[in-house]
């Protein structure tokens, strides 16, 4: 972290260099030394410094500027840095505007020329003031800040993208003092925001979520040409796809649309994962196998998506969303699946703005002391409503089922029972959201008696089950009736499937209706939906695709 700063400003450049020096001398194991002759040029640093998460500890003016007097400057300083020290230095002729800025301006000190020797007339007198400082110094965060409105879904979509890439991040609700201050000093108005304060300094309004991924610095653009083998998703099958076709000497590359972990990396606890017998969070896994990825040399891309693959001979071109063409020796498709849509009256009006799928981590910090729902009784419900409870007064579960015996792990339910604001609501169904600019209330029907009941609700999180994203897809590639891609064995039993596969061997185990094309994962039909299972099945597909590789 950057050393805290003491800032002079005189328009005598011979004062300004004596006073720096002594500063310098004295202070500059424990503060950064900025000196300046104009007071316009200080002020309009001031806000670049504050932008960048910089802090001033003092301030010491010259009172007679031909800008600007010390005092109006001084005063000036205080809507960017309110509890720094402000000093005064004057000629003797100036200590009665100094003495009246004491309690105009909240001057803490003036010091009259020359301060000689040093020793005597300004070392002790800003040492006591800095050690005052110090003693109520609380650091600010250094790193994004994120400018918005609780309810609005860019904004959300915002702070999701930013947490799926494990970007720490600063939310200031645009409603908040401090959030007020800093849209006072940046000129921002409410059409501005969502806004972005970066580490540099650097402020983009309303931004899209390629031009944030330019500013953290993730690739958008491929390396290479060709690729032995493209991985397209980034969840657990991919990653591990990609780490065991890096490390085995394939050139790789992973494509990711959104952000990388699949629905696991928004897990808040996996509890069952080998090996980790305290469970360990999906963002953390996440993080641990991207950063294993990367070590080996696999190149990633996001987020970009694949729009299109086209065949000719053995290669396979990928478009991407922006019409670059990727040319690859073999395809893994990982790409998972998307939380499928409640499609309830309501529901839609409020995404974003107290209605949200799987994103129990990235908002469970605005839940504090609130009332929140949970739809759907898998494991991904039921560890979403465990964080949960860490934060909201009261969680409550719904469910169309009489119990959770029959869609969640048993370890699952045991925790869920043992929290005192958990409430699990069977035998029930949301027929509609209400709000004005966000959720608020929720009609509730009872499935046993048909009675409507509505309840206050700040936030509804949904997981009702998930569908694959294939359709996207090459007709070529054969997936079942709800979308998901056959592979194997499985393909003999397919129509039409006779037509497409022209090879003499048949399709490997994981080995899709076009030849050199894998699928792993959840999206593809007959897999467990389990974690271990995907992490198995993508490093399965890289062997498959070194059998393929060998043969073409």
């Not at 959300?156 to 201050?181: C, M, R």
């Not at 991924?213 to 493209?230: E, F, P, T, W």
């Not at 085995?248 to 090996?275: C, H, V």
């Not at 009332?371 to 860490?390: D, E, F, I, P, W």
Request: glycine share 8%; with cysteine; charged share 25%.
């Amino acid at each position: 972290m950057s050393l805290p700063i003491i800032f002079v400003i005189d328009d005598d450049q011979q004062v300004l260099r004596a006073i720096s020096r002594d500063l310098k001398n004295h202070y500059r194991d424990d503060y950064r030394i900025l000196s300046t002759s104009s007071a316009k040029e200080a002020l309009d640093s001031l806000l670049e410094l504050k932008n960048k998460g910089e802090v001033v500890a003092l301030f010491l003016s010259d009172q007679r500027m031909p800008e600007m007097e010390g005092v109006d400057f001084l005063c000036k300083t205080t809507l960017y840095f309110p509890n720094a020290k402000r000093v005064l230095l004057t000629a003797y002729a100036d200590t009665d505007a100094a003495i009246k800025a004491i309690n105009e301006v909240k001057l803490d000190y003036y010091l009259t020329k020359p301060w000689d020797p040093p020793e005597e007339k300004l070392y002790p007198i800003l040492t006591d003031l800095l050690e005052d400082w110090q003693g109520h110094y609380r650091p600010d965060f250094r790193g994004i800040k994120v400018i918005g409105y609780q309810y609005s879904p860019k904004s959300h979509d915002i702070k999701e993208f930013l947490s799926g890439y494990l970007v720490p991040y600063l939310w200031l609700d645009a409603n908040t003092e401090e959030a007020k201050q800093t849209i006072k000093l940046n000129n921002l108005e409410a059409k501005d925001l969502p806004a972005i304060i970066f580490a540099d300094g650097s402020l983009l309004k309303t931004p899209a979520v390629k031009d944030i991924a330019a500013k953290i610095g993730l690739n958008q653009s491929a390396k290479s040409d060709l690729y032995d083998v493209v991985i397209i998703g980034a969840g657990p099958a991919g990653l591990a796809a990609s780490v065991y076709g890096s490390s085995e000497g394939l050139k790789t590359l992973l494509i990711e649309r959104k952000t990388p972990g699949g629905q696991a990396g928004t897990s808040s606890r996996i509890e069952n994962y080998l090996g980790f017998p305290a469970g360990l969070s999906g963002a953390d896994l996440t993080r641990r196998a991207i950063t294993q990825s990367a070590r080996f040399g696999t190149d990633f891309l996001s987020p970009q998506a694949v729009k299109e693959i086209r065949l000719k001979d053995n290669y396979k071109t990928l478009v991407l969303d922006d019409g670059t063409e990727i040319i690859a020796k073999s395809i893994v498709i990982t790409t998972g699946v998307d939380y499928r849509q409640l499609l309830t009256t309501g529901v839609d009006k409020f995404t974003g703005a107290g209605i949200y799928y799987g994103a129990a981590m990235t908002e469970a910090a605005s839940c504090k002391d609130k009332h929140v729902y949970v739809v759907g009784g898998g494991n991904s419900a039921g560890q979403a409503a465990m964080y949960l409870s860490k934060f909201a007064k009261e969680v409550v579960i719904l469910i169309r089922r009489a119990s959770l015996a029959d869609t969640m792990s048993s370890y699952l339910i045991d925790q869920i029972g043992g929290v005192d604001n958990i409430t699990l609501m069977p035998c029930s169904e949301i027929v509609e959201a209400k709000g004005d600019t966000n959720l608020q209330q929720l009609a509730i029907k009872n499935l046993n008696t048909n009675e409507i009941a509505t309840v206050d609700a700040d936030a509804l999180y949904i997981f009702i089950g998930a569908k694959p994203y294939t359709d996207w897809l090459c007709k070529n590639i054969i997936t079942n009736g709800k979308g998901f891609i056959e592979t194997g064995r499985d393909l003999n039993q397919c129509t039409d499937f006779d037509k497409i596969w022209k090879y003499d061997r048949d399709p490997y185990l994981l080995e899709t209706s076009c030849p050199g094309i894998f699928a792993a994962g959840d999206v593809r039909a007959g897999a467990m939906n389990r974690v271990a299972s995907a992490v198995g099945e993508g490093s399965m597909a890289i062997s498959f695709v070194h059998k393929y590789l060998n043969e073409v």
